[in-house]
Nanobody, 119 residues
């Protein structure tokens, strides 16, 4: 099971961090993908941290950073300089260590956490 946390209301230009905690399995054996779904839009991939390295969608590159605890069981998505278009439900998902974070191949998904960007 994956559990996301840290969503909420954030002002434009500010920062927040999301957490993704694994329950029942060791997160360090998996690659982690972050996805989001804005209202009325399809889910989109935004970040991938795996044996292939860290990769980001152009829309968030330079503003978002994916990381994980070295010894813990939690991954993080640091989100800086937030824009209204960053609003949506954010999901973490895992797959094999060398995953490319293809949404159709992710093994486990969290239920998501809502991020609202508004003044």
């Amino acid at each position: 099971q994956l559990v996301e946390s840290g969503g909420g209301l954030v002002q434009p230009g500010r920062s927040t961090v999301l957490a993704c905690s694994a329950v029942g399995f060791k997160l360090d054996s998996y690659g982690i993908g972050w996805f989001r779904q804005a209202p009325g839009k399809e889910r989109e991939w935004i970040a991938c941290e795996s044996g292939r390295g860290r990769n980001y969608a152009d829309a968030v590159k330079g503003r978002f950073t994916a990381s994980r605890e070295n010894t813990g069981n939690t991954a993080f998505l640091q989100m800086n300089s937030l824009k209204p278009e960053d609003a949506g439900v954010y999901y973490c998902a895992v797959e094999s260590w060398f995953t490319s974070c293809d949404a159709n191949k992710m093994t486990y998904w969290g239920r998501g956490t809502l991020v609202t960007v508004s003044s």
